[in-house]
C-alpha cells in the first residue's frame, strides 16, 4: 500500500479536481490574496517573506502552484515540483506547523469560494472528499522534504562526530608513540649516564 | 496570531464540533474497525502496532481520542494529550507522512458516516469546514510533536560533539604538557650528561 491508496485518492477523484480546475482559476487572485492578507498577522512569518523574496512574487508562485494543483495529474514531474517548493521552504525555516495551517487557509477559501457553487449535496460531498485528498497528498509530500532534510541533518552530525572520534584516537596513538619514543630516549640516555658513571669510576679507581 | 487564528477556528466551529459528538459516537466503532482494516494493507504499519501493543487496545485508544475530539473544548489538557499520544507514535517510530494519511482516512469516515446526514447544503459547508479545522488542529499538534523530538536529537548530537571537542583539546594539551616535560628532562639530563663529560676530562687532564 502506499500513501494514495491510504487515503483513498481514486482516478475519480482526480476526475472531479481537474473539472474544478476552471473554476479554480477564477477565484484564485482572490485567495492567493487572502492568504497573504492572513499570513501578515504574524510577524515572524512576514519576517521570512520578506527575507526570501517579495509577497509579490512569492502570489504568483503561489497561484501558479494552486493551478497545477487542480491539473488532474499526480506524475513524477508533479511529486517532484511540490517537493523542491517544500524543501525551499524547509531551507528559509517554516516550521512545518505553519506550512499545514497554511494549507487548511487555502483549502477553507476553496471550500468557500469553489466548492460551495455546487448546490446538489452528494456531488458536494463527492467534491469535497476529492479536494481533501489532493491537499492531504499535499502535505504528506512537504512532510517527507522535511523528514528528509532532519535525516540529512542527523547524517551530517553523525559524519562530524565520526571525524572527531577519528581525531580523537589519532592524538591517542599519537600520546602513546611520543611516550613510547621519549621513554627510549631516555633510557638510552639514562644507560649511557650509567656507562660514564662506569667509566669514571674505573678512571678514578 | 497563533495557529488557531490562522486556521480561522471560532467558537461557532467548536459549537458545530460538540453538536456532532453524539454521532460521532454512534459510528466510532465502525469507523475506528475500518481504519485498522485499511492498515492491515501496509505491512510496515502492522509491525509497529503488533510491535507496540495489541490492535484491540490501541482500537479504545483511538475511539476515546476521536471521542474527545469532538468535546468542542480546546484546553491545555486537551493539547497536552494529544501531545502524549503524538510523543508515542514519534517514538515508536511512525513517519509523519503516515500519521497525516491516517488522520485524513478518518476525516474522510467522518464525512461519510456523519456529516452526509446533513441534508442543508449550508449547514453542510459550516459541519465540513469545522471538522477540516479541528483535524488541522490535530495535525498541527502532532507535527509539533515530531518537530520538538527532532530537536532533541539535534540537541543530543550537539552535545555529544561538544565533549568530543573538549576530549580533542583535552588530548593536545597532554600532549603538548608531556612534550614539554620529556623536553624538559631531556634537556637536563643532556646537562648532566655534559658535566660529567667535563668532569672525566678535567680528570684525565
Chains 1, 2 share one sequence.
Not at 7 to 35: A, M, W, Y
Not at 72 to 95: E, N
Not at 124 to 143: C, G, R
Request: charged fraction near 25%.
Amino acid at each position: 500500500m502506499n500513501q494514495v491508496e491510504m487515503i483513498h485518492l481514486s482516478i475519480e477523484d482526480l476526475c472531479i479536481i481537474r473539472s474544478l480546475q476552471e473554476q479554480v482559476k477564477e477565484h484564485l487572485t482572490q485567495i492567493v490574496g487572502n492568504f497573504y492578507k492572513n499570513l501578515e498577522n504574524e510577524p515572524s512569518l512576514m519576517k521570512i517573506i520578506k527575507d526570501n523574496g517579495s509577497v509579490d512574487r512569492l502570489k504568483k508562485t503561489l497561484h501558479r502552484h494552486m493551478f497545477e494543483m487542480f491539473s488532474g495529474t499526480i506524475d513524477d514531474a508533479y511529486i517532484k515540483q511540490r517537493y523542491i517548493i517544500a524543501q525551499v521552504h524547509v531551507r528559509i525555516g517554516l516550521q512545518p506547523k505553519w506550512y499545514m495551517s497554511a494549507l487548511q487557509d487555502l483549502l477553507q477559501s476553496l471550500i468557500i469560494h469553489v466548492i460551495s457553487n455546487i448546490k446538489n449535496i452528494e456531488q458536494y460531498q463527492d467534491n469535497i472528499l476529492a479536494v481533501t485528498k489532493i491537499f492531504n497528498l499535499e502535505q504528506q509530500i512537504v512532510l517527507e522534504a522535511y523528514e528528509l532534510e532532519n535525516e540529512k541533518i542527523r547524517q551530517t552530525d553523525l559524519a562530524e562526530k565520526e571525524t572527531m572520534k577519528l581525531q580523537v584516537n589519532h592524538n591517542a596513538e599519537e600520546l602513546a608513540a611520543i611516550s613510547q619514543e621519549t621513554s627510549s630516549a631516555t633510557q638510552l640516555m639514562a644507560n649511557k649516564v650509567g656507562e660514564i658513571h662506569d667509566f669514571t669510576q674505573r678512571v678514578r679507581d
